[in-house]
């Protein structure tokens, strides 16, 4: 994957937004003001692309576990973030889906007013 296709993946989901909050360097993407993915633009111009995505806490254990390309989040809550190298030998595809799990996770934890007002929103 490249930092193009995870862009634009990221923001073809239903009410994300990009945001720098922390640094000029790191790009956020939040749906319903709470953040789902984030990640060092630097990085990705030193060749070394990572997200980090909040997971769920059995299956971010599941992964580490599996994938030498998973690791616990970077500056996040171990618990609930992985680190996923983008350079590895994991397909577009897987990396997609862990990037809809992470999305999921954040949308349904929001109140149902704000969940509303993001599925009645154009895509």
Same mark, same amino acid.
């Given at each position: 994957?490249?930092?193009?296709?995870?862009?634009?993946?990221?923001?073809?989901?239903?009410?994300?937004?990009?945001?720098?909050?922390?640094?000029?360097?790191?790009?956020?993407?939040?749906?319903?003001?709470?953040?789902?993915?984030?990640?060092?633009? *630097?990085?990705?111009?030193? /060749?070394?692309? %990572? @997200? #980090?995505?909040?997971?769920?806490?059995?299956?971010?254990? +599941? $992964?580490?576990?599996?994938?030498?390309?998973?690791?616990?989040?970077?500056?996040? *809550?171990?618990?609930?973030? /992985?680190?996923? %190298? @983008? #350079?590895?030998?994991?397909?577009?595809?897987?990396?997609? +889906? $862990?990037?809809?799990?992470?999305?999921?996770?954040?949308?349904?934890?929001?109140?149902?007013?704000?969940?509303?007002?993001?599925?009645?929103?154009?895509?």
């Amino acid at each position: 994957m490249n930092l193009e296709t995870y862009y634009e993946y990221c923001l073809s989901k239903k009410g994300v937004s990009e945001h720098f909050p922390f640094d000029e360097d790191t790009l956020v993407f939040k749906v319903g003001g709470k953040m789902f993915a984030l990640s060092s633009l *630097s990085n990705w111009e030193k /060749n070394e692309p %990572a @997200v #980090n995505l909040k997971c769920d806490p059995e299956r971010a254990q +599941e $992964l580490r576990a599996e994938y030498e390309e998973i690791k616990p989040g970077f500056h996040m *809550s171990k618990v609930h973030w /992985n680190t996923i %190298a @983008v #350079n590895g030998n994991l397909p577009t595809n897987f990396i997609k +889906e $862990l990037i809809d799990h992470s999305y999921e996770l954040v949308f349904k934890s929001l109140t149902k007013k704000i969940q509303n007002e993001i599925i009645k929103l154009e895509n």
